[in-house]
């Protein structure tokens, strides 16, 4: 009560810490004047000036008024678009990395320039990350005129970029990307052989937009770089075929975890069948032996029972694939991990891809934590502001609109089932496309979506649906939606990255209309009455009440349906939002309480009767929040995992870089020689033992496994008063003679030699151990049971294998070089990477996304495409399809080396 009356008299923190920055918003407009009236020349001289500044000591802060005027002049001059005072707010907030709150519509990507520009000036790098490609290069292109008239660099990642043109793309002052190439390209650098061979510079700055859909939506899933495995296609159709057979009281599902286990009949059953099939080995499902098939088992349950067709993934060309739970779009060529994505290959029939094996993971948390400064902008974060500040350090500041907001946000209503809510819904768009008014349905699945644009044709309504089958058109549709009696139906508004104009929009019109006109003047002619059109449409669609949003049911998350309702009421254009629900959705089925289902059942609804009430809203609030705590608690769990591998992957990674960064590593490989040794010698002849204890063939055999020497241990032990120190110190001492004469005159050869091998070694270990830790994160939650905390229980075992891991990494590099014998003319040049399978998983749920299937084959072919082109031969477009039996994507890049999606190259003749 009392706090209330503070907030009234006082206003929130959030509204005093706004109301600071407008005194800096005031010496930014007093900048103006004297901005305005540079030339040209004068103002893009203003840059240079800048630098000059912070050369001589001066801070971003003191600059950043005369700055900002600077960037709102070159915009009116460019774009012909003025930065209003709260977009400047919204700059200071993304200048000091903190997030800006938004609403839709009110210029976030304009914003931007303003703190990128500012940071840009160091010279050290700003990242704009975006949610898709489309977003990167449209951004790149549109507000690069901004920073190209102030005399900055701007670049673009895209995929299907060579590697100097990534690396270029790096090195501009500003790089506009997605987060998923980002975070690849970072895992690729720490894959590569050569210093010069990386893309990435040292982090510097990094504004996330749609930061909440990239840093908690996305960031449940690691982003992994794999390679092939064993086919299994046989074992996944026997498995699948057997637990088709399934009766329902053979197992036990969760669907808020999307969990399902066998019970005690169902195991018993499973073990039948699976001996009858001859996949099992002895009769116990759970023997050792047997671990792989229930793997393979748990999966196949997973993939019939739980993912469902139409709603988690579509098949299309005989291929699965993935819908992203978000966004509503196909996530075409990623998938699924852990066997999962080729059990559902097995449940529909198709072509059943190969698994992969982890060479490179990180999560999202831990790789946008690596800049020193990171900040975003998003229309809805302040629902989940404690975790971006637990996780990021980021706080939340919500900017005050430009114009108030007209929008009416209507009572959600509640009818019984799903077919007297779609019935309603219907019946209201129809009762707008009458009137003119543009509707706007939001759906959460592809199912729903197709199942009202049944309602809607029986409605006579006409409309265009937006998911994830027609995802190709998805800006144009999303860019007209507010023209006059528009009604379009869209999985998912989340990071569309459109804007719904009132009347329509003119840059897509002229794209749609104008692309095969190329007299200027007829161009000239009907761009004019293009906008005359839309001016005119624009006031009937004004006074029909503006954009009408209809929410099919509410979302999990709190987020996703202000992301829909801000699609609305855009810079103070009126408009309507309403949400329908019944107890058929499954929010309301799977994560509603108990109360709420029985007094609903007990008021007796009548059939196409509808209620509403804030009891309701309520309701429906407290089961979202409880959804969004369980995902925070999934993806603090995720961090928490990674964390311990965040460790030991800097180490790794660090190692790498000092390896390639050498000139010599004699030092290295002589005291991993010594370590060896010292290890080999230690557990042959343990310190403070007798003579008489030690394992003298032991030792006499791992010496000549290893090091490729017979030390005359038997003459040593004639001596008296020998000691294990002593062995130690003679076997060393033979090894590095063997060395010295092995390397002879050829040592600038051998250094090459020997980073190679390090490298090489280091990486095959790291792979390895990443497999292992895998492995042990998702059995570990098995301690539990004995009182003990998974999460210390992984650290303490993770360390041990960490250990494990460099004792083997320093004996095996030492035993390759001990026994190798090369000659070589001149050092070894290390190939570019290939291009390996990418993928963005979900360890927890399974639900993932992995990369262009065909990937695997290509890499194959790699060899012989690395040999063409280092002796400066590609393959040439045009002479045929050489790759034509590798089953290669049609969207991978290919393997001759172009540069050019396969489709576009050799793929275009096949």
């Not at 809510?421 to 199912?447: C, M, Y």
């Not at 005119?536 to 509410?554: D, F, N, P």
């Not at 001596?719 to 130690?728: A, F, H, K, R, S």
Request: charged residues 30%.
């Amino acid at each position: 009560m009392i706090g209330a009356i503070a907030k009234r008299i006082f206003g929130s923190s959030n509204d005093r810490y706004v109301k600071k920055m407008e005194k800096v918003v005031q010496q930014i407009n007093a900048f103006e004047p004297s901005i305005a009236a540079l030339t040209d020349e004068e103002l893009q001289a203003q840059t240079d000036k800048f630098r000059r500044f912070l050369t001589e000591g001066k801070s971003l802060d003191d600059i950043m008024p005369e700055a900002f005027a600077t960037v709102r002049e070159a915009s009116v001059r460019t774009l012909g678009m003025r930065h209003f005072d709260v977009q400047m707010i919204g700059g200071m907030v993304l200048h000091r990395g903190e997030i800006a709150e938004m609403r839709t519509g009110e210029g976030k990507t304009l914003v931007a320039t303003l703190a990128v520009y500012l940071n840009a000036l160091e010279g050290k790098g700003v990242h704009v990350v975006t949610v898709n490609d489309y977003l990167a290069r449209r951004d790149a292109e549109w507000m690069g005129q901004i920073y190209k008239f102030l005399g900055l660099t701007v670049g673009v990642i895209v995929p299907n970029l060579s590697e100097p043109e990534r690396r270029d793309a790096y090195y501009s002052d500003i790089t506009y990307a997605t987060n998923n190439e980002l975070g690849f390209d970072y895992l690729r650098d720490n894959m590569k052989h050569e210093r010069d061979q990386m893309v990435h510079r040292p982090f510097n700055h990094a504004i996330v937009d749609e930061v909440d859909s990239i840093l908690i939506d996305e960031a449940r899933t690691p982003l992994i770089i794999s390679g092939p495995t064993d086919d299994k296609s046989d074992l996944y159709i026997s498995v699948d075929a057997i637990v088709k057979q399934l009766a329902e009281e053979h197992y036990e599902k969760d669907e808020k975890t999307k969990n399902i286990t066998l019970t005690e009949d169902g195991v018993e059953w499973a073990e039948r069948q699976l001996e009858a099939a001859g996949i099992l080995v002895g009769s116990n499902l759970y023997d050792v032996e047997n671990t792989q098939v229930v793997h393979h088992l748990d999966q196949s349950l997973k993939a019939n029972v739980m993912f469902k067709r139409d709603i988690d993934y579509i098949v299309k060309e005989d291929k699965v694939i993935i819908i992203d739970e978000f966004t509503g779009r196909m996530m075409d060529g990623r998938r699924w991990s852990n066997g999962l994505h080729q059990a559902v290959e097995a449940k529909e029939g198709v072509n059943i891809e190969p698994e992969n094996q982890t060479m490179a993971s990180i999560t999202f948390q831990n790789y946008f934590r690596m800049y020193p400064k990171l900040s975003g902008m998003t229309g809805t974060a302040a629902t989940e502001a404690a975790e971006f500040f637990d996780i990021y350090k980021m706080s939340v500041v919500t900017i005050p609109t430009n114009v108030t907001v007209m929008r009416v946000d209507e009572d959600d209503e509640f009818y019984k089932n799903t077919a007297d809510k779609f019935q309603a819904i219907a019946k209201l768009i129809a009762e707008k496309s009458k009137i003119g008014q543009p509707v706007l349905v939001g759906t959460v699945s592809i199912e729903k979506s197709e199942l009202l644009s049944d309602y809607l044709k029986q409605e006579g309504v006409e409309h265009a649906v937006l998911n994830a089958r027609f995802h190709e058109m998805e800006a144009h549709i999303v860019a007209q939606a507010g023209r006059m009696g528009a009604v379009t139906i869209a999985t998912n508004m989340a990071g569309r990255g459109t804007d719904i104009k009132l009347g329509g929009n003119l840059e897509f019109r002229i794209d749609d209309e104008l692309k095969d006109e190329a007299d200027e003047k007829v161009r000239e002619k009907t761009i004019a009455k293009m906008k005359a059109e839309i001016d005119a449409e624009r006031e009937r669609v004004l006074a029909a009440g503006g954009l009408c949003v209809i929410g099919t049911e509410r979302h999990e998350s709190r987020r996703i349906d202000n992301q829909l309702r801000g699609r609305s009421g855009r810079q103070g254009d009126p408009g309507l939002s309403k949400f329908y629900l019944c107890l058929e959705d499954d929010l309301l089925r799977i994560f509603g309480p108990d109360t709420l289902f029985s007094k609903m059942m007990n008021a007796n609804l009548a059939d196409g009767e509808a209620i509403g009430s804030r009891w309701l809203s309520k309701a429906i609030e407290t089961a979202q929040k409880k959804v969004e705590a369980r995902n925070y608690d999934i993806r603090k769990q995720v961090v928490e995992y990674d964390d311990v591998m965040n460790d030991q992957r800097k180490v790794i990674y660090e190692q790498r870089a000092d390896i390639m960064d050498a000139d010599t590593l004699d030092d290295v490989v002589e005291d991993m020689r010594h370590d060896t040794v010292n290890a080999i010698v230690g557990d042959a002849c343990p310190p403070g033992s007798y003579p008489e204890q030690w394992n003298i063939e032991a030792l006499r055999q791992r010496s000549f496994e290893v090091l490729g020497i017979d030390p005359p241990i038997d003459n040593w032990l004639s001596e008296d008063g020998l000691e294990p120190q002593d062995i130690e110190e003679r076997v060393a001492a033979l090894a590095d003679e063997k060395m010295a004469a092995k390397m002879g005159d050829d040592s600038a050869v051998w250094r090459q030699v020997e980073k190679q091998i390090m490298l090489d070694r280091l990486d095959h270990h790291w792979k390895e151990h990443l497999a292992t830790l895998d492995a042990l994160r998702q059995v570990v939650f098995l301690r539990a049971y004995a009182q003990k905390t998974p999460i210390n229980e992984y650290k303490q075992e993770a360390f041990g294998l960490f250990e494990r891991m460099l004792e083997a990494i320093r004996e095996d590099v030492t035993r390759i070089l001990m026994n190798s014998e090369l000659r070589m003319p001149e050092p070894v040049q290390m190939p570019d990477l290939p291009d390996f399978l990418t993928s963005h998983i979900d360890p927890f749920t399974g639900e993932n996304d992995a990369s262009t299937p065909g990937a695997m084959a290509m890499m194959s072919a790699l060899g012989a495409a690395e040999a063409s082109a280092a002796s400066g031969v590609l393959a040439n477009p045009g002479e045929g399809d050489p790759y034509a039996e590798l089953g290669l994507s049609r969207n991978a890049p290919c393997p001759c080396g172009s540069g050019e999606k396969y489709k576009h190259c050799h793929g275009a003749f096949a």
